[in-house]
């Protein structure tokens, strides 16, 4: 089950956001801009999260991320899209841009906390960008939890065992 848009976590989703981490980032209200030397593959033009989604709690709401990154191969080129609740649907918040295993850029969009911009990755290191904006190399593609995770919590107050960051 995916989360409603704007579903906002109650405190066992908090505890189990706590419990596995993740970036406090919020709330995206603009998608990104394409970039120039991004690949144009595999999952880049998606508008709404596939219903097997991960899931990923950024200041307090379930964001969706496609595909998860135990899904991403070493000859994956594509993007990983995180995809943000925007009234009753979603809106791209972060675009990353992958090519054979390899992270090339991240864009990212407008929040209450900073203006849209991009971040340039070589060797597996930042080479363009704003280092307070942008996620750390380690930190892509992104870790997710499990399409419907953060339901079960909200729904029973329990984390279920198969809710597992991968």
Request: overall charge neutral; some cysteine.
């Amino acid at each position: 089950m995916i989360p409603r848009a704007g579903d906002v976590l109650s405190r066992p989703a908090c505890a189990l956001f706590l419990l596995f981490g993740g970036a406090a980032l919020a709330l995206a209200q603009a998608a990104p801009a394409p970039v120039g030397d991004a690949p144009a593959g595999e999952n880049c033009g998606l508008a709404a999260p596939p219903d097997k989604a991960g899931e990923e709690a950024r200041d307090g709401v379930v964001h969706l991320i496609f595909p998860r990154r135990r899904d991403i191969s070493q000859s994956y080129v594509g993007c990983q899209q995180v995809f943000a609740p925007q009234g009753a649907g979603w809106t791209i918040a972060e675009t990353v841009y992958i090519e054979r295993g390899t992270i090339l850029r991240s864009t990212y969009a407008a929040t209450n906390d900073k203006p849209a911009g991009s971040c340039r990755f070589e060797n597996g290191k930042l080479a363009e960008g704003d280092r307070r904006a942008c996620p750390t190399p380690r930190q892509l593609p992104f870790r997710t939890l499990p399409a419907g995770c953060f339901a079960e919590v909200r729904d029973n107050g329990a984390i279920p065992d198969w809710c597992i960051l991968e």
